[in-house]
């Protein structure tokens, strides 16, 4: 049977070509606009008769770009003084490019392809302006390119692991809370669909640009070969920050995994306290960033092996920078008599699931004891079998207890060093502990245990007199649903009434209204909760922190003080600007002699 026959015309694909007038109309030297299926362009011609077509709204503030100055190759935006070179729309004075249409003039129509260009081609353009902007601080351009990324197919998360790729390389003395924030934006950003993914990477793009204005990335140190734990221990241990970072470099390019680097910097930093736990979270957080970028497309697919080893080598270089605490006057004691590490896995084998301590004992004495009790207190509860993971739930409660204590009176005090985030540190170190419990399987991991019963410890003297604390079990009996009782701790956050927004999100928590809660206060994080980006990244990693200690403590009677010490926390009055107070502290220095006095160190 002969094949049937139809009549019926092959499909006609569109052509990308659109006229947009005849180029008589089009004179060299003049511009005109152009609407065309919903692009509004302006259309011109170079003084050698060459047609150009461009986005009519100028990149900076949207102004249209035919009222403004053609002279030969530069359009100048009258309004602000941008200036482009027409042939590719790229920016030769003010910040960002301008898009460029493909034109052709056929017989005597103008032509012009409005075809949106794929991912892959407009990918790299966009980076660099997201890049640039990173580097002038102009956070409104950054933000303008983050969306342009977004509404061009960007994967949010693979943003956030650019961020802070950008940080880690340009950041001057290893990563910034800028990691940490990237992380925990990554966490959100599935609640914000396509284009207003924008508000969660917003923050970690704001951190960014102030944190490492106008800095060039730094030299990479030269890959070397040899980079294992113990090579590695002796360069951070000789203070030989290019040379650790040289063989970290060598160990990824020899292709050990990212979860084995995890560890050696686990490691590493159970020796040590550094620098108020920072490098701990830090580390903790390059795990969450990097695990979460596995599956995710565009930024991430072609970088996140290039970003695991540029983010670990300024993690590490961070850590061979950073002050040991541990061997400061404050923290001394604590630290003088600790387990071996022949104890220490002598303590981890035995380990029992049935083994039995007093929890709340356990906490007070870290949290009310003197310094040696609060180690013996973790010696005691290891030595009955109670594993480490169950201690790091015992050291968040009590570092949520001294958050949910603090005078807020320091806050406000010139003489005193003592202020809000000081008090926050203690809560989310205790939390990346927890943490690092879960990731790191090695009796060394336990060593987190002292470090955090110490800084949690020695944080006692922030505390506010006991006649005047919150008692977190005193709390109106819940009345009205999840949301009523939501509104009214976002309304006394909002108030700056701490201690009536403690017992509002008590009495929620107590409802079963913690996940609407979650949601409420991570939607604050998001949106303005304060003015200084340093400020936004501390409420936002304590919030963060709070509800997966509070997750953590499922089945604990003091479940709920996480999130009430957050709460009160994001309720207070916060001094954001210090100039007054800092030039204050400097006439007392430089003429008295006089530092303002610490409470804790």
Not at 35 to 63: I, M, S, W
Not at 144 to 156: D, M, Q, V, Y
Not at 172 to 199: I, K, M, N, Q, S
Not at 476 to 494: F, H, K, N, T, W
């Amino acid at each position: 049977m002969s094949p049937s026959r139809t009549n019926e015309a092959a499909p006609r694909v569109p052509s990308p070509w659109h006229p947009v007038g005849a180029l008589e109309r089009v004179q060299p030297g003049q511009l005109t606009t152009v609407k065309k299926n919903g692009h509004q362009l302006v259309v011109g011609r170079r003084t050698d008769g060459e047609v150009f077509a461009l986005d009519n709204r100028c990149p900076h503030e949207g102004y249209p770009l035919a009222q403004g100055e053609l002279r030969d190759c530069s359009l100048t935006c009258v309004w602000h003084n941008w200036k482009f070179d027409v042939r590719d729309g790229s920016c030769t004075l003010g910040g960002e490019d301008v898009r460029s249409y493909p034109v052709r003039v056929r017989g005597e129509q103008i032509e012009v392809d409005l075809t949106e260009p794929a991912l892959e081609i407009l990918l790299p353009a966009l980076r660099s302006s997201l890049h640039r902007a990173l580097f002038e601080n102009d956070t409104a351009w950054a933000l303008r390119a983050t969306a342009r990324l977004l509404r061009a197919g960007a994967e949010p998360r693979g943003i956030l692991a650019d961020i802070a790729h950008y940080d880690a390389v340009h950041a001057e003395y290893g990563t910034t809370h800028t990691l940490a924030v990237a992380a925990d934006c990554a966490r959100l950003v599935e609640r914000f669909p396509g284009v207003e993914a924008l508000y969660p990477i917003a923050v970690a793009v704001d951190l960014c640009a102030e944190s490492n204005v106008r800095l060039p990335a730094r030299p990479a140190a030269a890959s070397l070969p040899g980079g294992a734990l113990e090579s590695i221990r002796a360069a951070v241990d000789a203070e030989d920050a290019p040379r650790a970072e040289a063989l970290l470099r060598g160990a990824c390019e020899s292709g050990t995994r990212v979860c084995e680097v995890q560890d050696w910097l686990f490691d590493i930093l159970a020796d040590r306290f550094l620098d108020f736990g920072h490098p701990l979270i830090y580390t903790v957080k390059a795990a969450v960033l990097l695990a979460a970028t596995d599956a995710a497309a565009t930024v991430a697919a072609d970088a996140t092996a290039a970003h695991a080893s540029d983010v670990y080598a300024a993690l590490l270089r961070g850590i061979v920078l950073a002050t040991r605490e541990d061997r400061l006057p404050y923290l001394r004691s604590y630290f003088r008599a600790l387990p071996d590490d022949a104890e220490l896995a002598r303590l981890a084998a035995g380990a029992r699931d049935d083994a039995t301590f007093d929890a709340i004992a356990t906490r007070d004495m870290v949290l009310d004891g003197r310094a040696r009790d609060a180690v013996d207190g973790v010696c005691a509860a290891l030595e009955r079998g109670i594993s480490g993971r169950r201690v790091a739930r015992v050291l968040n409660v009590a570092a949520a207890h001294r958050l949910l204590r603090f005078d807020a009176r320091w806050e406000h005090d010139a003489d005193v060093a003592e202020n809000w985030l000081w008090a926050t540190h203690r809560l989310t170190f205790a939390s990346a502990v927890r943490e690092t419990l879960q990731r790191y399987d090695s009796p060394r991991a336990l060593r987190f245990l002292f470090q955090a019963a110490a800084f949690v410890h020695s944080g006692r003297r922030m505390d506010r007199p006991v006649a005047e604390r919150v008692d977190p079990t005193a709390f109106d009996a819940p009345a009205g649903d999840a949301a009523a009782l939501v509104s009214r701790v976002v309304e006394a956050i909002e108030a700056r009434r701490g201690d009536a927004a403690v017992r509002a999100a008590a009495s929620a928590l107590a409802a079963g209204a913690a996940e609407p809660l979650r949601l409420a206060l991570e939607d604050r994080c998001v949106r303005d909760p304060a003015v200084r980006p340093i400020l936004v990244a501390h409420v936002l990693k304590t919030t963060m922190a709070a509800f997966d200690d509070y997750e953590a403590l499922a089945g604990d009677t003091d479940r709920s003080v996480p999130v009430l010490a957050a709460v009160r926390f994001l309720a207070s009055p916060v001094c954001e600007r210090r100039v007054a107070v800092t030039a204050r502290t400097a006439l007392r220095w430089v003429v008295d002699g006089v530092m303002p006095r610490t409470l804790t160190q």
